[in-house]
């Protein structure tokens, strides 16, 4: 797949970096693609359970639903690190080239940010009806069948 190469904003880099200490209380980071770049939207702090986490994003961002746009998930911490998931929202009323640019920006994101922090969890797509909680952990347990 063809590659966008988009940079990621200052903004998005130093919120993600700040979003890594043991300490911190960030839940999540959501990010567009303004003009040439990636960048930060708003990041969420919450003690929430994954589910609860992904079912209250649409509200919380608020998500389009003709824009697409990346949610950084911090899913677990390690002694090191803390480790993240990218949630794509690419919902069904989105032109199809926006959505095919987020698409093909997603491997560049996670290079920018740093690839480790992603590799313990697989992406993530949603579409209108796939963004829940349950229908994230539902995709989790099939791949992990």
Same mark, same amino acid.
């Given at each position: 797949?063809?590659?966008? /190469?988009?940079?990621?904003?200052?903004?998005?880099?130093?919120?993600?970096?700040?979003?890594?200490?043991?300490?911190?209380? $960030?839940?999540?980071?959501?990010?567009?693609?303004?003009?040439?770049?990636?960048?930060? $939207?708003?990041?969420?702090?919450?003690?929430?359970?994954?589910?609860?986490?992904? *079912?209250?994003?649409?509200?919380?961002?608020?998500?389009?639903?003709?824009?697409?746009?990346?949610?950084?998930?911090?899913?677990?911490?390690?002694?090191?690190?803390?480790?993240?998931?990218?949630?794509?929202?690419?919902? *069904?009323?989105?032109?199809?080239?926006?959505?095919?640019?987020?698409?093909?920006?997603?491997? *560049?994101?996670?290079?920018?940010?740093?690839?480790?922090?992603?590799?313990? /969890?697989?992406?993530?797509?949603?579409?209108?009806?796939?963004?829940?909680?349950?229908?994230?952990?539902?995709?989790?347990?099939?791949?992990?069948?």
């Amino acid at each position: 797949m063809a590659r966008a /190469h988009l940079p990621v904003d200052v903004e998005l880099a130093s919120a993600f970096l700040q979003a890594q200490p043991q300490d911190s209380k $960030v839940a999540w980071i959501a990010c567009t693609i303004k003009g040439e770049a990636v960048c930060l $939207v708003k990041a969420h702090e919450g003690t929430e359970e994954l589910s609860d986490t992904v *079912d209250s994003l649409k509200a919380a961002i608020p998500l389009s639903d003709e824009q697409p746009a990346f949610v950084l998930i911090a899913r677990e911490r390690t002694p090191t690190a803390r480790r993240w998931q990218l949630l794509n929202w690419a919902p *069904d009323c989105a032109p199809p080239r926006l959505k095919m640019l987020y698409s093909s920006t997603r491997e *560049d994101l996670k290079q920018s940010l740093g690839a480790g922090f992603f590799a313990s /969890h697989r992406d993530y797509s949603a579409f209108d009806s796939d963004l829940s909680g349950a229908s994230l952990l539902a995709a989790e347990t099939k791949s992990n069948d």
